[in-house]
């Protein structure tokens, strides 16, 4: 259990010194929850509100997953820091859990801010099944962060994993209809997961 801890605590602490990793987790996401908040004039609209949410969500766990757990481990590889490991008495397990933990544990405070701010600030009703939401995004987190790491594992290069982590990528965020619905420019129809059932007459 010791390399499993030891190797977590780790990775925490090299993200947290990481400005890029700072920027493009926190303050990137955050940037642009406002400014669809905004653009959508969500405080006068719950639903565009549960929309916005969503939006944001997807592009946190699309990026923690992909760029955040493939990319960073091909630049891992291509400056020797990965080659340290296999002279060190533990199995590669310990890496490749550290890297889901590091990426889960890094994701749910941004995530739970998303929602507090949501239904503080712009009045968004509470999803109704809010625990089996935040539930389904934490599967997500670990499934895109073990899509990551396949990724890492199959490239050759950085260059490599920049083109197939975007070919999956930008089909994903803007063809699959995740960040907006398909019979609005922002999404009337979308995220009623986020949003409670409407009464029935």
């Known amino acids: 259990m010791r390399p499993y801890i030891a190797q977590i605590r780790s990775n925490l602490q090299l993200m947290a010194r ?8 926190f303050l990137l996401p955050l940037s642009l929850y406002f400014m669809f908040a905004q653009l959508s004039n969500a405080s006068r609209d719950p639903g565009a509100m549960a929309q916005v949410l969503a939006m944001v969500i997807v592009i946190g766990v699309l990026s923690n997953g992909l760029f955040g ?3 960073r481990t091909v630049q891992d590889r291509e400056t020797n820091v990965l080659r340290r490991f296999k002279v060190a008495p533990i199995t590669p397990l310990p890496l490749l ?10 994701f749910v405070p941004t995530l739970l801010l998303y929602f507090i701010i949501s239904m503080t600030f712009y009045k968004m009703p509470v ?3 809010l625990w089996s939401v935040l539930l389904f995004v934490c599967i997500a987190v670990i499934a895109f962060r073990t899509l990551g790491a396949i990724i890492a594992a ?12 975007q070919l999956m990528y930008l089909p994903m965020l803007f063809l699959s209809g995740a960040t907006w619905s398909r019979r609005s420019p922002l999404g009337s ?9 409407p009464n029935k007459p």
């Open 18 to 25: 990481d400005r890029a990793v700072l920027f493009f987790s």
């Open 69 to 71: 757990a493939g990319m």
């Open 97 to 106: 859990l550290s890297s889901v933990v590091s990426g889960l544990v890094s």
């Open 127 to 129: 999803p109704p099944r």
């Open 154 to 165: 199959v490239v050759n290069s950085a260059t490599e994993a920049q083109m197939l982590v």
């Open 189 to 197: 129809r979308s995220c009623t997961v986020l949003m409670p059932a």
